[in-house]
């Protein structure tokens, strides 16, 4: 069966298409925004906040090149604060709220995906978040902020 468009969609994938990122399609980034948590809906971020992705779209797209590695999955994007509230784990002040970070699966593994976020991040490609576990997060907050398992 068909998803059921969310409120917007056809604009926001519209946004994303037009960044021009090599490998990331906006289907992929609009997945995890029909996720639900203990009976909680996620959305898609408010138009004021579409701005803020393109930054981490182009990391994860850099980091993507770079590893020459496919992106299996994005398992979170933006979260409504609703959302954010049911996600195990999550920062109450998660950067996922301001449409500035990325969870992502890649196919060579979160070990090998955080060292090529660590190295981009060292060259200067953003400055941000880079956490490591099942899944690598990298997020444009502006300040460097490491965290995990490597």
Request: charged letters at 20%.
């Amino acid at each position: 069966t068909k998803p059921v468009i969310l409120p917007n969609e056809t604009n926001y994938a519209a946004y994303l298409s037009g960044l021009g990122l090599k490998y990331i399609r906006p289907h992929e980034v609009l997945r995890p925004h029909r996720n639900v948590r203990s009976g909680v809906a996620n959305k898609l971020p408010p138009k004021t906040l579409w701005k803020h992705m393109a930054p981490t779209l182009r990391v994860a797209d850099k980091i993507r090149t770079r590893l020459g590695s496919q992106l299996n999955y994005i398992n979170s994007a933006y979260r409504s604060p609703a959302y954010n509230a049911k996600c195990p784990g999550a920062a109450s002040r998660s950067y996922h709220m301001q449409n500035c970070a990325l969870d992502l699966m890649f196919d060579c593994g979160s070990e090998t995906a955080f060292a090529m976020a660590k190295t981009l991040r060292s060259e200067g490609v953003f400055r941000g978040g880079i956490g490591y576990s099942a899944f690598i997060h990298i997020d444009t907050r502006g300040h460097d902020s490491t965290w995990g398992q490597a």
